[in-house]
Structures are given as structure tokens and as C-alpha cells.
């Protein structure tokens, strides 16, 4: 079933993609005070416990920051290149604790939601190669093509850094048109690079997922995995809070009736 705009599906963000973003723009002499004015929201929550903003400030920044870069079509790979699995939080710490690639991949459609991007994550078995997809809750354009490619950047890249290996991949699949210089996509990503696709998809090679994890830690998954779900209970999707109200609603108006 297609996301449609108006669905209440969307999140609250942590931040530090978006800290990521700011640290780019600063690398690239990006004028100060446009940056102070791009993420004065960002700035009001840095340094919090569990800092996050609400998805559509999220988008805002990253509107911003598109603004203010010379080369904004390769923005989001560069700022996905910036990461290291700290900045996945709770979500980081259960994939630490992984045995496998395999089985870190397993827990993005159930934890995305707990990283700090804009995208929902699906994991599919098609022919024996294991597909991630990525998707937007809602349309939101080019914030949406850079969320997506810093999602395949940061995503390979940490895994790269756990496994001590270059990620065989298959394909990675864009469905937004290519920029006008792909370079830096070309350099990035550790198979062929296809833009206008029906999807945004990672296909990775069958091997990736047998890929042990350096930092692996099975006594400790069910901990971190608890973590998760603790953060989730509290952070969560605007669907979710619809579905409290409704219920709350509902056996609120029971007991009245009674």
C-alpha cells in the first residue's frame, strides 16, 4: 500500500544526523551566520538526554542546509560518510552486540524509528539476496533524497567499520534522478549505483550477511534490544499516539456508560 501524504506516521528524530549535517557545512566554510540561523532549533536541544525534534523541524534544517551548500546532490552521502554507530544511540548498542551483518540488519524494521534518520527500513529474502529498502512516511523532497542517500552511506559505512570489510554488494538503487555530478555516490558505494529506480534499494551480495561483526556481543543483545523498545515506548510515532487516544477514547466511554 503506497504512503500517502496525509498518513499520521511520523516521528520524533534524534538529532544527530542532524549535528552530522552541521558538521559538514562547517568543513565546507559554509557562512556562520546563515548556519546559526539553518539550525537555531538544533542547537536549542544539543546536549539533551535522548534529544529529538519533531520530524517536520527535521526536514526544515535539512531544507535549510540544502540551501547553503555548492554541491547539494551529494550532501547526503557525505554527511552519511560522517557516521559511526555511536550516533545510532540505543539502536547503535544492539548492533554492536550483533554475531552477524545478517543478524544487524534484521533489527532495522523493527528499530528505525530508534536511529536518527527520516526513513522507514525494510529487510526482504528475494532469490537468495537479502534486499534493505528504504521510504519516506510522507513526500518531502529533496530532504527526502538526502535522507535516503545518507541511510545507504551511514548504514554501509558502519558496517563496513564492524565487519573490517568493504560490504559486497550487488546494487544500490536511488528512485530520485541522478545529480549532475554522481562522483562522490560512485566513490562511496562498493557496487554499481542506479538512479531512477522503482525503489530505494540496497542489494546486497549473498555473502554480506555471514559477515561476523568485530565488536559482537551475544550475552548483551537481549539488554540492548530492551533499550530499544524503552525508547520507542517513549518516542512515540504520531500513529501510535492516534491509536492511544482512540483506545483511551473507547474504554473511557465504556466505563461511563457502565
Given at each position: ?5 496525509g498518513d499520521?506516521?511520523?516521528w520524533?528524530?534524534p538529532v544527530?544526523v542532524?549535528a552530522?549535517l552541521s558538521?559538514e557545512?562547517r ?6 551566520t546563515?548556519?546559526k ?9 544539543l546536549?539533551?538526554?535522548?534529544a529529538?525534534?519533531?520530524?517536520a523541524?527535521?526536514v526544515?534544517?535539512i531544507?535549510?542546509a540544502l540551501a547553503l ?5 551529494s550532501?547526503g552521502?557525505?554527511v ?10 540505543v539502536l547503535?548498542y ?5 554475531s552477524t551483518?545478517?543478524?544487524?540488519m ?9 536511529a536518527?534518520?527520516?526513513t522507514r527500513l525494510?529487510?526482504?529474502e528475494v532469490?537468495?539476496?537479502t534486499?534493505?529498502t ?9 530532504a527526502?533524497?538526502?535522507?535516503v ?8 559505512g558502519?558496517a563496513?567499520?564492524l565487519?573490517g570489510?568493504?560490504?559486497p554488494?550487488?546494487e ?5 534522478a541522478?545529480p549532475?555530478d ?7 558505494f562498493n557496487g554499481?549505483?542506479v538512479?531512477?529506480a522503482?525503489r530505494n ?7 554480506a550477511?555471514?559477515?561476523p561483526?568485530r565488536?559482537a556481543s551475544?550475552?548483551?543483545k ?6 530499544c523498545?524503552q525508547y520507542l515506548?517513549?518516542?512515540p510515532a ?6 492511544r ?6 474504554h473511557?466511554g465504556l466505563?461511563?456508560r457502565q
Open positions: 500500500m503506497k504512503t500517502q501524504p499520521a506516521d511520523l520524533p528524530v544527530q542532524l552530522r558538521e557545512l568543513a565546507q566554510d559554509v557562512d556562520a546563515a548556519m540561523a539553518a539550525f537555531s532549533r538544533l542547537d536549542a536541544v546536549g539533551q538526554p535522548e529529538t525534534l519533531p520530524y523541524d527535521a526544515d534544517i531544507d535549510r551548500v555548492a554541491d547539494p546532490g550532501l552521502v557525505r552519511g560518510q560522517r557516521a559511526n554507530v555511536a550516533d545510532w544511540g547503535g544492539a548492533v554492536i552486540c550483533c551483518l545478517g543478524e544487524a534484521a533489527l532495522a524494521p523493527r528499530y528505525y524509528r530508534a536518527p534518520g527520516l525494510e529487510l526482504d532469490d537468495g539476496e534486499i534493505l528504504s521510504s519516506l512516511p510522507r513526500p518531502i523532497g529533496r527526502g533524497e538526502f535522507s542517500e545518507e541511510d545507504f552511506s551511514g548504514i554501509l558502519v563496513a567499520s565487519t570489510v568493504a560490504i554488494l550487488r544500490v538503487r536511488f528512485a530520485h541522478a549532475a554522481r562522483s562522490v555516490h560512485d566513490r562511496c554499481p549505483v538512479f531512477g522503482e534499494q540496497i542489494v546486497f551480495a549473498a555473502e550477511m555471514q559477515l561483526l565488536l551475544p550475552s548483551s537481549a539488554s540492548a534490544t530492551l533499550l523498545d515506548e517513549k518516542h504520531e500513529s501510535d499516539l492516534a491509536s487516544v482512540r483506545h483511551l477514547l473507547v473511557t466505563r461511563a
